[in-house]
């Protein structure tokens, strides 16, 4: 019997126990230093067990994953060193940054323990444990950074494991991980914070730009929501790192204010050509770090019911529906609705079903 051991069972550890929960080889043992959370657990049918003690949770563990938010991190693993863990004990975390972590834990693990850092580069717009599934590693990378001098067959050994939640086992540096997952995720999360703090400020004075700031400036900085205190740690981790990115952004910026300076029309375009043609290369269906929804937009007479009319015909072909919200509906004006889902595929059988009896628009 292989026992899991999962420490912060929330999205992403919960998601990990459930890919694991209820195969007769595995034991997964949850841990929650809050006693709520620990019964929580239990009657969501997650883990097989839970415990608010952190010896029980690690003993005769195989596996240990560290699923707490990254500023917590090297304290956890200063933690567990100390304890009576199993020889061949793998610890591994999923935080989005690795340098910092795998370097210390492989300062601080004794011998016949290995700590390789992880990375699942899946995530949903909802969080804790409530929103774990089965199904959210699928099709995603999962990113391990072993530590210099880690034995291969233990990484593959993690890696083997790792296969059950049928991502995409990917293997590099941690400070290469920390380099590209800063230029396509934690820069992309300031930028949006930035302008929709930019904006925020122009709206002191004018009401009219948050008004105005629906549809496509909403969506372009879904991710500025993200969670405060979270997103602060993984910044500050990886400081270095986004003050270089920071510094080639604002190069970038202040390219587009010469072309603007010279009303050099020919070279914006390029730019937009330049950009256009590599990101029509990027991967279209497999998941990432910040999470894709995909969209169809569906016109609608004000008609009571109508909305409940379109979301059963969606759940009799069991196609799952993830958000929706009406845009526009007045008295003799056909309202917008705008279906949000997971995945193109049920973007596309959603379009083909509604679009026999509705006007719909991608």
Same mark, same amino acid.
């Given at each position: 019997?292989?026992?899991?051991?999962?420490?912060?069972?929330?999205?992403?550890?919960?998601? /990990?126990? /459930?890919?694991?929960?209820?195969?007769?080889?595995?034991? +997964?043992?949850?841990?929650?230093?809050?006693?709520?959370?620990?019964?929580?657990?239990?009657?969501?049918? +997650?883990? $097989?067990?839970?415990?608010?003690?952190?010896?029980?949770? +690690?003993?005769?563990?195989?596996?240990?994953?560290?699923?707490?938010?990254?500023?917590?991190?090297?304290?956890?693993?200063? !933690?567990?060193?100390?304890?009576?863990?199993?020889?061949?004990?793998?610890?591994? =975390? +999923?935080?989005?940054?690795?340098?910092?972590?795998?370097?210390?834990?492989?300062?601080?693990?004794?011998?016949?323990?290995?700590?390789?850092?992880?990375?699942?580069?899946?995530?949903?717009?909802?969080?804790?444990?409530?929103?774990?599934?089965?199904?959210?590693?699928? @099709?995603?990378?999962?990113?391990?950074?072993?530590?210099?001098?880690? %034995? !291969?067959?233990?990484? =593959?050994?993690?890696?083997?494991?790792?296969?059950?939640?049928?991502?995409?086992?990917? !293997?590099?540096?941690? *400070?290469?991980?920390?380099?590209?997952?800063?230029?396509?995720?934690?820069?992309?999360?300031?930028?949006?914070?930035?302008?929709?703090?930019?904006?925020?400020?122009?709206?002191?004075?004018?009401? /009219?730009?948050?008004?105005?700031?629906?549809?496509?400036?909403? =969506?372009?900085?879904?991710?500025?929501?993200?969670?405060?205190?979270?997103?602060?740690?993984?910044?500050?981790?990886?400081?270095?790192?986004?003050?270089?990115?920071?510094? =080639?952004?604002?190069?970038?910026?202040? *390219?587009?204010?010469?072309?603007?300076?010279?009303?050099?029309?020919?070279?914006?375009?390029?730019?937009?050509?330049?950009?256009?043609?590599? *990101?029509?290369?990027?991967?279209?269906?497999?998941?990432?770090?910040?999470?894709?929804?995909?969209?169809?937009?569906?016109?609608?007479? $004000?008609? %009571?019911?109508?909305?409940?009319?379109?979301?059963?015909?969606?759940?009799?072909? *069991?196609?799952?529906?993830? @958000?929706?919200?009406?845009?526009?509906?007045?008295?003799?004006? %056909?309202?917008?609705?705008?279906?949000?889902?997971?995945? !193109?595929?049920?973007?596309?059988?959603?379009?083909?079903?509604?679009?026999?009896?509705?006007?719909?628009?991608?």
């Amino acid at each position: 019997m292989t026992k899991i051991a999962i420490f912060g069972v929330g999205l992403i550890g919960g998601s /990990l126990a /459930l890919c694991y929960k209820g195969k007769p080889e595995f034991t +997964v043992v949850g841990h929650s230093p809050n006693p709520r959370s620990v019964e929580k657990l239990l009657k969501r049918n +997650v883990v $097989d067990v839970a415990t608010t003690s952190m010896e029980e949770a +690690v003993e005769g563990a195989d596996y240990i994953f560290l699923c707490v938010p990254v500023g917590m991190l090297e304290d956890y693993v200063k !933690q567990l060193v100390k304890l009576p863990l199993k020889k061949g004990c793998i610890i591994t =975390d +999923v935080g989005s940054t690795k340098a910092s972590v795998t370097e210390s834990a492989a300062a601080l693990v004794r011998e016949g323990i290995y700590f390789i850092g992880g990375h699942p580069m899946a995530g949903s717009e909802r969080h804790g444990v409530e929103a774990a599934s089965v199904y959210l590693f699928e @099709n995603a990378f999962y990113v391990l950074t072993p530590a210099k001098g880690t %034995p !291969q067959d233990e990484v =593959d050994r993690l890696a083997n494991l790792l296969k059950l939640t049928k991502a995409q086992i990917v !293997q590099v540096d941690a *400070r290469e991980h920390d380099d590209i997952v800063g230029a396509i995720s934690h820069l992309p999360h300031i930028i949006a914070v930035a302008l929709v703090n930019q904006v925020r400020e122009y709206n002191s004075t004018n009401p /009219l730009y948050q008004n105005l700031a629906a549809g496509g400036f909403r =969506d372009i900085t879904r991710i500025a929501s993200s969670e405060p205190t979270i997103w602060r740690d993984i910044l500050l981790n990886n400081r270095e790192v986004l003050l270089k990115l920071l510094t =080639d952004w604002n190069l970038g910026i202040s *390219r587009f204010i010469a072309l603007l300076e010279n009303s050099d029309g020919e070279g914006i375009a390029e730019q937009f050509r330049m950009a256009g043609e590599f *990101r029509s290369h990027l991967p279209e269906r497999r998941k990432g770090m910040i999470t894709s929804l995909f969209d169809i937009y569906v016109d609608i007479p $004000d008609h %009571p019911g109508i909305i409940g009319q379109i979301t059963t015909l969606l759940g009799n072909a *069991r196609i799952n529906l993830s @958000n929706i919200q009406i845009i526009e509906s007045r008295e003799d004006v %056909p309202g917008i609705l705008r279906l949000s889902f997971r995945n !193109q595929d049920d973007a596309d059988r959603a379009t083909g079903l509604l679009g026999q009896d509705y006007a719909v628009h991608v």
